[in-house]
């Protein structure tokens, strides 16, 4: 079976400061990765996905991501946040064979002043 | 283009009641999910479907719960007798030909 642990419930992090979101799957074969985000009051909407090939991803508003299979991670980062940042984050795993997507708990991201 | 739309956005019930939720996927769209997403939590996968039959609904309580989807556009899902188990947000996804989920807003339910 296949899982996504996201230990940070919640991020505080001060507008204009760097980010880094933590995201570890579990899954024996070669995982298909996502993250999502949750602003709120609107549906979950695609951050950016990674297949396969070079470990760091480009998403969309500059965040970026990066996997490793050693360490059975892809954590998201953003060089610098601004306010509207403020969502949940979510890390999302599919494995190969089907289109069933396993989400983490997610991570609630607070930028302040 | 049109997104994923829900009805209804919130829905209160006493235990016992029934509910139904209503989904429209983006248009031409042949995966739909459905998720319950409890507070604080990740989305569920519920059953999703590809047209109008279902691929996989291992995770839905089917004693209470039924989902169709009988012309491969929109999708209806049903609880028959509702718990306070049950109060969660409960999303509608749709997936074309690309490896993207689109998510409606969602219906938000408590359950007294």
């Known amino acids: 079976a296949q899982s996504v642990t996201q230990p940070d419930a919640r991020v505080t992090v001060s507008e204009g400061a760097s980010l880094q979101l933590r995201c570890k799957y579990s899954?024996?074969?070669?995982?298909?990765l996502f993250w999502y985000v949750q602003y709120p009051r609107q549906g979950l909407q695609l951050l950016l996905k990674y297949y396969s090939g070079d470990p760091v991803v480009q998403g969309v508003n500059g965040f970026e991501a990066e996997f490793s299979k050693s360490n059975s991670s892809f954590h998201l980062r953003k060089a610098s946040v601004h306010w509207s940042d403020s969502a949940v984050y979510f890390c999302?795993?599919?494995?190969?064979?089907?289109?069933?997507?396993?989400f983490g708990a997610g991570t609630r991201l607070k930028v302040i002043a | 283009e049109a997104g994923v739309t829900q009805s209804p956005r919130y829905a209160v019930l006493q235990e016992g009641q029934a509910v139904s939720f209503w989904c429209d996927p983006i248009s031409g769209h042949d995966t739909l999910y459905w998720y319950q997403q409890p507070r604080d939590q990740g989305p569920q996968l519920l059953v999703y479907f590809r047209d109008e039959a279902v691929i996989d609904n291992s995770q839905l309580p089917s004693d209470r719960f039924s989902a169709v989807r009988p012309k491969g556009t929109n999708s209806t899902l049903k609880i028959q007798s509702a718990k306070q188990g049950d109060t969660a947000t409960y999303l509608c996804a749709s997936r074309g030909g690309q490896d993207t989920q689109y998510f409606g807003p969602g219906t938000r339910l408590l359950v007294l």
């Open positions: 999302v795993l599919r494995r190969t064979g089907n289109y069933k997507y396993v």
């Open positions: 899954y024996s074969g070669t995982p298909y």
